[in-house]
């Protein structure tokens, strides 16, 4: 048992390990199989010095291969005061199951970096971020074949491609050298909608629950998603974009917020784009007119509403507070926001819990895209789009000369449009995010003794490592 855990409360690390080997009682697996799965492959610790306002200022960074099934590796890196092995250990484990479970094709990693980014200004965040890339690139823990990096918790488009370029000096004639990071801005070999695509993901995710009529009864809510009270706690660029598009696209109240200085409420539902511009100018949610407010931002978990979306860190639901959780569906944008004793309580509760292996897989999901641009080194549609227009025009015409009537003007721009890259990258992600979906849940209906969505996650990702184990002859 991790030092961190008490009977009542694993850690994180071991809240995974916990749900890990559940899962795994279900299944036919060799014991010694089992445990390779499981255990974390390697952590690479690095102390770094960095001269910074006239002093040497040493920081501790990680970098955590979990499993090498399928190569590259990949995962975030996180800069946050409170990184430590244990986390980035636990990260990177639900790596490896979340690339199994909706197929992408690599194995788990995950990176930290213990600092406070707030406390730094850009120049000395870009000197701290070379640094620490470039002890990960030496060691080829950023490497296009082997380890690819991606936005976290605390980094962005601006860290990554501070990373590509720290690459790229060190690798002059890496002709894939784009590929060692995803989630780059644009211009520097990004795809579109990375930014979004967590985000993005957690809707797709959540409309997936929606079309089975059965799993929305039975947690004890009315069919639909339109009008449903949503909670988001942590409107950071995940919980921003979930927010915004549930409520924007599908017609979902959004009646709380919960923030790091507090938590706002409001019946009739806020406007995301306006909070989140009082955020980013006052640094809180405090003050955002016409809302209740309470200073104690975790309140916003147990507040009235249908679905809770913690979007934040781990471990914010536990034995103390998953009682007092009142919502019937929980969506976990962040990794590991439920403990395995609150996952325990709630499951038995009937609160249905779509798990974050699968919830969040947005992000890499579109990493996996952004990787294959760029080892294609061409953009996603630059050859169809023009000829798919073409063909359209084409039918347009066809079926307008064969019945004599004129195409619906409506309609015809919309037919007309070729696929962008935006197009291609929703479509892909949709399609994933379904096709996982369904494997998850035709699993949970099958078999009786698979009590919920995330214990045959689990089973899904653990028998896919598995067969990839068996297939190079481990
Ligand atoms: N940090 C994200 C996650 O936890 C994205 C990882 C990636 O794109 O590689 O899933």
Known sequence: MNPTSTPQEPSFRDSVDLMFERAAALMDLPQGLREKIRICNATYTVRFGV??????????????VHSEHREPVKGGIRFAPAVDQDEVEALAALMTYKCALVEVPFGGSKGGLAIDPRQWDEDELERITRRFAYELIKRDLINPSQN??????????????WIADQYRRMHTTDINADACVTGKPRSRGGISGRVEATGRGVQYSTQCFFREARDVEEAGLSQGLGGKRVVIQGLGNVGYHAAKFLSEEDGCRIVGIGERDGA???????????????????????????????????????????????????????????????????????????????????????????????????GVTVSYFEWVKNLSHIR???????????????????????TGQAFPAELTERFLSGSSEIDLVRSGLDDTMRGAYGDMRELWRRREDVPDLRTAAYMIAIGRVADSYASLGI
């Not at 690819?148 to 488009?157: I, K, N, Q, R």
């Open 380 to 402: 996603f549609g630059r050859m169809q789009r023009r000829r798919e227009e073409a063909n359209s025009a084409m039918l347009i015409k066809s079926l307008e000369q064969m």
């Open 148 to 161: 690819v990096p991606a936005p976290d918790m605390g980094t962005g488009e601006r860290e990554m491609a």
């Open 51 to 64: 001269r910074l306002r006239g002093e040497i200022h040493t920081f501790t960074g990680y970098r955590s």
């Open 264 to 362: 706002i409420f409001r019946e009739d539902g806020f406007s995301i784009e306006e909070v989140r511009a009082h955020l980013i100018e006052t640094g809180g949610v405090k003050g955002f007119p016409g809302a209740a407010y309470v200073e104690n931002g975790a309140l916003a978990l147990e507040a009235d509403c249908d679905i809770l979306i913690p979007a934040a860190l781990e471990g914010v639901v536990t034995h103390a507070n998953a009682d007092k959780v009142k919502a019937r569906l929980i969506v976990e944008a962040a990794n590991g926001p439920l403990t395995a004793a609150a996952d325990d309580m709630l499951r038995k509760k009937g609160v249905a819990i779509i798990p974050d292996m699968y919830a969040n897989a947005g």
